[in-house]
């Protein structure tokens, strides 16, 4: 409402490059947040596969451990940063919106801005790789004294996680006052569909945790440039306290990369079991204890640095207890899905296959709570496995799944459909045979971010390979799929699928293009 | 939202639905506020003060977020036809702008969009000027409003 | 399927391969040397026997209803979705599991948390990229590092069966014996682990982290370091040798007079 009154002539919206830099309009930042994510999938997938290709057999063949290290490093915080955030906050701005009824984010300016800083976020990030000392190599946890041996590279890194950081906050703040101002008439919080829930849920964690990291790793700047021993063991410093605010902040941190998973999940069993939503109330109770429980949990990631005897029981019970409102969860779409009507189009299969393979990682996740066990479990494969499995066929399956289910309508085109399904089949396949065996090799005894191993692990380690290569080449697949959508197909019907519900599925699925030509006549 | 009053004089209020009350934001606002600040104050007792001021930085984001939500949700648009005259007022706060045109002169446009699946613009066009109205509507009720603003001015 | 799939890979694989190939077999945590390695073991079993059977129940009902309840069946779909009683039900139950496996696994860890009578005290000191073992109360003290040639890391020899896995000095401790290990380190973060003996814990500078052990049987241990510490986080094993209580005493007796004479040697 800046210019209430203006001159005649058409609004004209900027084009080619310009409409996607100065566009405040939720579509086109989602779709940019979802493209920006595709990319930083396959530069991280490249990552993992030279991971893989090192680990293909023992003895060091193609890159020096410490370009390894910053492999291990770089590929984690590209996948967390780059991809599965950006593409649940992608999806946010696509859908949320439309399916609380509101005409757009409540903060659309702001929202322009907390895209665009992640591009330079991650150019920061990524110039690091061709810097005097290499890139980030101590982890993706950035556990000191190791991070403080960084080189060069290391202000850009931590200015990096501030700008991913400011970004996301951003991004949340839109999301929670999306949903809580702009909401239709009538769209009560207890009718909002479960993706909604689940974002607000994952916004407020978000806002709660993001200050925790930025502090965090502003206090290792302040060690490594400034002379303050925050973390110095030798300043009189705690070392291992960096570890308890790197996983204040992580733990929910993990819980941010699902929860909107499970919303995504939550909508597309209904829609394939043509049977509403088994136990919405509980889902949502579920969601919130879930987002409760992750701020008490965090030290079970540091089961062993010695913690005393009550810390490593209380954090053991509380680790524990997640397995309840989680399999609340996975009980309601069994449940959901048990005398529906089920068909099983591509999205149905993704998200099936999520339930299976996040239900396995879960399993995982409970072994590993077991403190006594978890001596044996952590830092290895095993636990490598574990992440992978929540995180992969968790996660990244829960996105695609998301893309299929709401491509029709973003396009207008249906995707191929019997692509997509050998897409889902090859991913499936690929990635059990990737990440099954390391949890082998975890349990046989082989640590993690290892560049080299003994001869023990070389078979499971060559399977993992092949898988991980297959995986990737799998997702060539998946982009081809998409630009192939976009670009034409059969054309979606405004409900697209039999069983959806939701006020998203009452929009048109996108008329096609129309400019206004006709200058009208006043009379 | 559009309200409607029929009558001598035509009126119609379009408001955005504003889903929670200025309580219920300030609720929100300092829940988030006492779990962040619980937090930072937390670390900052055993030395590691630095949180506590990046938590202070977003919480004035957060807040300057809600309360720039709640104002934009807040504005209305009045636009009041009568036999020879359309007028359409703009209340933003205490804020009040009105603009007058001859309803011989009026008229209601309904641009489509450039790009399929974003929204319609409507415009009151009169004498080579014009105002958008509306802006803050969904797209469905803004195709609504068109229509009805259509059928009154003709 | 895709169990089924992999399943079937895995079952051409092995036949490819030979399975005297120790690797394949390697699919479980060791039961290693000592009680608690073995009440470890247990725990492991028991919760993945638990999740097991949990899995077959919930992936069973899925998969019966993914055969049974679909369209081209022709089956209409039912209309329910709420039940509080099922609700609880499946609340409760995973709860009584859980406290079911927290009693077993909290007595286990207060067991290993109790570091009292322990007879042997040894100092441990991560480096990057090696390993200091002090006996404490006698003078007996040396740096352990890898021994695999650079020739087999960088595969212009063929690997031996310990590649990576081998040290240039052991550390010796005696079977049946408590022995309590102090735990720091001089520079990064590093983590001493030995599968076998169940011991994991991180090296930190500035803390002492303490854990003990008694071990049931002769043999060689290996381990390796559990923490990111750098360039070489993957070069610095562990390789601990238990032997009976006397050949240790004449171990030490010797190392401490080599010990001596090598101080005299300097101070002369």
Redesign the interface.
């Known amino acids: 409402m800046s210019s209430v009154v203006k001159d005649t002539h058409h609004d004209e919206h900027p084009s080619g490059i310009m409409r996607w830099i100065t566009t405040t309009n939720h579509k086109d930042i989602g779709t940019l947040y979802l493209w920006f994510a595709m990319i930083m999938f396959f530069i991280g997938g490249l990552m993992a596969l030279v991971i893989r290709s090192e680990l293909f057999q023992p003895g060091l063949q193609f890159v020096d451990p410490q370009f390894f290290n910053s492999m291990t490093t770089m590929h984690a915080l590209v996948m967390i940063f780059g991809v599965v955030m950006p593409a649940f906050t992608g999806l946010a701005n696509w859908m949320i919106p439309i399916m609380i009824g509101g005409p757009d984010m409540a903060l659309p300016r702001m929202n322009n801005w907390s895209f665009w800083i992640m591009p330079f976020a991650f150019s920061m990030l990524l110039s690091t790789l061709w810097m005097d000392g290499g890139a980030p190599a101590g982890g993706w946890t950035l556990y000191p004294p190791l991070s403080l041996q960084t080189g060069d590279a290391f202000p850009f890194l931590i200015f990096a996680i501030h700008f991913m950081g400011l970004s996301s906050i951003m991004g949340a703040i839109n999301i929670v006052a999306t949903i809580l101002n702009m909401r239709a008439p009538g769209m009560t919080l207890m009718k909002m569909p479960l993706f909604v829930w689940t974002w607000l849920i994952t916004a407020f964690l978000l806002i709660a945790v993001m200050p925790v990291l930025a502090g965090g790793v502003t206090m290792l700047l302040t060690d490594k440039f400034f002379g303050t021993s925050f973390f110095n063991a030798a300043g009189g410093g705690d070392p291992v306290m960096f570890q308890h605010i790197f996983w204040f902040f992580g733990h929910p941190e993990v819980y941010i990369l699902i929860l909107p998973s499970f919303g995504v999940v939550s909508a597309i069993i209904p829609t394939f079991a043509r049977k509403p939503l088994f136990g919405y109330s509980s889902m949502v109770y579920a969601t919130a204890s879930i987002a409760f429980l992750s701020f008490i949990v965090w030290a079970h990631h540091m089961f062993t640095v010695g913690m005393p005897l009550a810390g490593e029981v209380f954090f053991m019970f509380a680790t524990m207890l997640i397995a309840v409102p989680t399999g609340v969860k996975v009980f309601n779409w069994v449940t959901t899905m048990w005398k529906g009507a089920m068909t099983f189009e591509t999205p149905m299969l993704f998200a099936i296959g999520f339930i299976v393979m996040f239900t396995i990682g879960g399993f995982s996740g409970l072994m590993l709570a077991i403190t006594p066990a978890d001596f044996q479990y952590h830092d290895t494969y095993f636990v490598v496995a574990h992440f992978h499995y929540v995180l992969v066929p968790g996660s990244i399956f829960a996105i695609m799944a998301a893309c299929y289910f709401w491509l029709p309508k973003w396009t207008g085109n249906m995707y191929p459909e019997t692509l997509g399904k050998i897409h889902f089949w090859l991913s499936t396949f690929f990635v059990n045979l990737t990440f099954f065996p390391m949890h082998f090799v975890g349990l046989a005894g082989m640590p993690r971010r290892i560049p080299d191993y003994s001869l023990q692990f070389a078979d499971y380690n060559m399977i993992a390979s092949i898988g991980a290569f297959g995986f990737g080449f799998a997702q060539l697949i998946f982009l081809y799929l998409i630009i192939k959508t976009i670009k034409g197909g059969s054309k979606a019907t405004d409900q697209v699928w039999e069983g959806a519900e939701g006020l998203e599925w009452t929009l048109s699925s996108p008329p096609p293009y129309h400019s206004f030509s006709t200058p009208p006549v006043i009379k | 939202?559009i309200q409607y009053k029929e009558g001598e004089i035509k009126e119609f209020i379009i408001r955005?639905?504003?889903?929670?009350s200025w309580k219920?934001?300030k609720i929100?606002f300092f829940l988030?506020f006492f779990?962040?600040f619980i937090?930072?104050f937390s670390?900052a007792m055993?030395?590691?003060w630095?949180?506590?001021?990046?938590?202070g930085?977003?919480m004035i984001?957060?807040g300057s977020?809600?309360t720039?939500?709640?104002i934009?949700?807040s504005?209305c648009e009045v636009v009041k036809i009568d036999e020879n005259k359309v007028s359409v007022a703009?209340i933003?706060m205490r804020n009040k702008?009105v603009?007058n045109c001859n309803r011989?002169?009026a008229?209601f446009?309904l641009?489509?969009?450039?790009?399929?699946?974003?929204?319609h613009?409507l415009v009151l066009?009169?004498?080579?000027?014009?105002?958008?109205i509306g802006?803050?509507?969904?797209?469905?009720e803004r195709i609504k409003l068109a229509k009805m603003l259509k059928k009154n001015v003709e | 399927m895709f169990l089924i799939k992999n399943l079937i890979l895995f079952i051409t694989l092995m036949a490819n391969f030979s399975l005297a190939n120790a690797g394949w077999l390697d699919l479980n945590m060791t039961e290693g040397v000592t009680d608690i390695s073995q009440e470890v073991f247990g725990l492991h079993m028991l919760i993945l026997w638990i999740c097991v059977v949990i899995g077959v129940l919930v992936f069973g009902a899925m998969f019966w209803s993914i055969l049974m309840h679909r369209k081209s069946k022709g089956v209409t779909p039912a209309t329910f979705h709420e039940s509080t009683s099922l609700e609880f039900l499946w609340t409760i139950v995973p709860f009584v599991i859980l406290i079911g496996m927290a009693v077993p696994a909290t007595k286990t860890l207060i067991k290993m948390y109790d570091h009292s009578d322990s007879e042997i005290h040894i100092k441990i000191t991560g480096y990057q990229w090696l390993w200091q073992y002090e006996y404490l109360n006698t003078n007996v003290s040396f740096y352990s590092k890898l021994s695999t040639p650079y020739d087999e890391i960088y595969n212009k020899s063929t690997k031996n069966v310990n590649y990576l896995q081998e040290v240039d000095k052991e550390l010796i401790v005696p079977v049946n014996k408590k022995i309590r290990f102090l735990l720091t380190s001089n520079d990064v973060l590093h983590a001493w682990w030995v599968p076998d003996l169940a011991l994991k814990k991180d090296a930190i500078p500035g803390y002492i982290n303490e854990m003990s052990v008694v071990i049931n049987e002769p043999g060689i241990y290996r381990g390796r370091c559990a923490e990111l510490c750098g360039r070489h986080h993957g070069f610095m094993p562990i390789v601990i040798k238990a032997v009976e209580e006397k050949e240790y005493e004449e171990w030490l007796a010797n190392a401490e007079k080599a010990k001596t004479s090598d101080v005299a040697k300097i101070n002369k």
């Open positions: 939202m955005p639905n504003n889903s929670l219920g934001n929100f988030l779990v962040s937090i930072a670390f055993v030395g590691m630095l949180i506590v001021p990046f938590t930085l977003e984001l957060l977020a809600l720039y939500c709640y934009k949700n504005q703009l933003k702008k603009f011989y002169w008229k446009v641009n489509k969009p450039r790009l399929s699946g974003y929204p613009k066009r009169s004498a080579g000027r014009e105002m958008e802006a803050l509507l969904t797209d469905e």
